[in-house]
């Protein structure tokens, strides 16, 4: 079966000879944008005629087969690791995101920030550290 996603299980397919897909992650627009995070893994597969199951949106990993290895999570969505069959190698994990949103106004010259990456849409601004930083003010 599939691994379970922030917003859907994963698909259990018992009677096939094919890995289960992904739950689906969780949209969220804090950065303006709508997108989607921490999508299950893909299930694997331990025959070699079948397939692995899809990553679930959110950046979730694809399965393996009997003897391929299972996809990474995307790093940046948190998307869970793909599982392999009986042969292969599971995937990694993808690492998360940390988003920081404040006004404009707060947001000044003087806050200090590394690793991340400011983004102003006029009224907010938003900080995206996508493994790790610092925010001093």
């Known amino acids: 079966g599939g691994g379970g996603g922030a917003g859907a299980v994963g698909a259990d397919v018992p009677s096939t000879s094919n ?16 997108v989607t995070y921490a999508g299950g893994g893909g299930g694997g597969d331990d025959d070699s ?9 959110g950046g979730g990993g694809t399965g393996g087969n009997l ?15 793909g599982a392999a069959g009986n042969q292969g190698t599971s995937g990694d994990g993808g690492n998360g995101v940390i988003i920081l ?5 707060v947001y000044d010259t003087t806050t200090s920030h590394t690793g991340g990456s400011a983004t102003a849409d006029g009224s907010d601004t938003w900080i995206k550290w996508l493994v790790d930083g610092t925010f001093v003010t």
């Open 67 to 81: 003897s391929s290895n299972g996809g990474d999570g995307t790093n940046g969505l948190g998307g869970g690791a």
């Open 19 to 34: 890995g289960g897909d992904g739950g689906a992650g969780l949209a969220n627009s804090i950065t303006g944008s709508s």
């Open 101 to 105: 949103r404040m006004t404009t106004a």
């Open 49 to 57: 005629s079948g397939t692995g199951g899809a990553g679930g949106a």
